[in-house]
């Protein structure tokens, strides 16, 4: 298996420019979480679905921000407009949900904006 | 929700020495892996170790679940070694609560 793929590897944009990070998961996985780093705050979950139904978005800083998951290979989060203390990298995961699972994650996305 | 500490935060060896990062949790968990952050920024699974011990080369792990703390051995360090390395649990079902990690630098 190819592992998590995460796209773009690194995306600068200016400050309130829409942003869309892409994750397609491990094939098999049901469970996908998107994580953003940062210095400050180090790794935090933002958001995770189950099955495709988000599941815990409370990590969501704001509502400039939205992730979806049309299907179970392929999820969005997506930055609206976007600002200069939203640079970070972030980070989708995947994991067979069960109560014994091992995550594995994307090489990142790292975002700066301007 | 659960607490992950970490230690040392930070770590210099010298290339071939031995080291011992330890993983504190405040409660019971189902799941805990061990994570090696590379200088690219790619995290690196090293060991999902809920309990028990398991050995990988030069590493190792150790989970004592009942006493809430795990265990990463490096031996005969190696420049590439250096890093950060993640403890992060879960309760099940649940996503990963990470530790704020060990920053290992290994000098030649």
């Known amino acids: 298996d190819a592992g998590v793929i995460q796209s773009p590897r690194h995306e600068v944009t200016e400050m309130g420019q829409e942003v869309t990070l892409r994750c397609k998961p491990i094939?098999?996985?049901?469970?996908l979480f998107w994580y953003r780093q940062t210095m400050m705050r180090g790794l935090e979950l933002l958001i995770y679905f189950n099955n495709n139904v988000p599941i815990d978005d409370s990590g969501m800083p704001e509502d400039r921000f939205s992730a979806k998951m049309p299907n179970a290979s392929f999820s969005t989060l997506k930055i609206q407009p976007s600002e200069p203390r939203d640079s970070a990298v972030y980070f989708c995961?995947?994991?067979?949900?069960?109560?014994?699972?091992?995550?594995?994650f994307g090489q990142g996305t790292r975002l700066t904006v301007v | 929700g659960i607490q992950v500490e970490q230690s040392p935060p930070d770590l210099i060896l010298q290339e071939g020495a031995n080291s011992t990062l330890r993983c504190n949790f405040s409660d019971s968990v189902n799941n805990l892996q061990w994570f090696h952050q590379n200088p690219w920024g790619q995290l690196i699974n090293l060991f999902y170790i809920p309990s028990g011990t398991k050995q990988n080369g030069r590493l190792s792990a150790t989970t004592v679940a009942t006493e809430r703390y795990s265990l990463l051995y490096i031996s005969s360090s190696q420049t590439t070694d250096s890093g950060v390395y993640f403890c992060?649990?879960?309760?099940?079902?649940?996503?990963?609560?990470f530790g704020k990690g060990t920053r290992l630098s290994v000098i030649a």
């Open positions: 995961a995947s994991s067979l949900r069960g109560r014994f699972t091992e995550a594995f």
């Open positions: 094939s098999g996985h049901n469970s």
């Open positions: 992060a649990v879960d309760r099940g079902n649940t996503p990963l609560v």
